[in-house]
């Protein structure tokens, strides 16, 4: 059994910095891929970002160049710093573990975090 906390979520104006934390427990975190996925208020849930075990890293275009996904596998932890936050950003953000398929689609994850909030306001 998986188990993902993540962590880092707030409030923050725009143009500001968040970091968020996902920490994993119970599988072999340090060879599969993890993945950042969010969903805004009457959205769909839709890939942010991707790092392989090896950390190789891959970005939605909305997010890219803004924000940087990382991964420590001693202390089994995947990190998301975002900057240059937008009010488009707002929604619940959620880690994952990658089981099979594209990185790009939520079906290819077979573990998730609870999710925590990204506000921006406008």
């Known amino acids: 059994q998986v188990q993902l906390v993540e962590s880092g979520g707030g409030l923050v104006q725009a143009g500001g910095s968040l970091r968020l934390s996902c920490t994993a427990s119970?599988?072999?975190?340090?060879?599969?891929?993890m993945g950042w996925f969010r969903q805004g208020p009457g959205k769909e849930r839709e890939f942010v970002a991707t790092?392989?075990?090896?950390?190789?890293?891959s970005y939605s275009d909305s997010v890219k160049g803004r924000f940087t996904v990382s991964r420590d596998n001693v202390k089994r932890t995947v990190f998301l710093q975002m900057n240059s936050l937008k009010p488009e950003d707002t929604a619940v953000y959620f880690c994952a573990v990658h089981d099979s398929g594209s990185f790009y689609y939520s079906r290819s994850y077979n573990y998730w975090g609870q999710g925590t909030q990204v506000t921006v306001p406008s």
């Open positions: 119970g599988a072999a975190f340090s060879k599969q891929a």
């Open positions: 790092i392989t075990w090896s950390g190789i890293e």
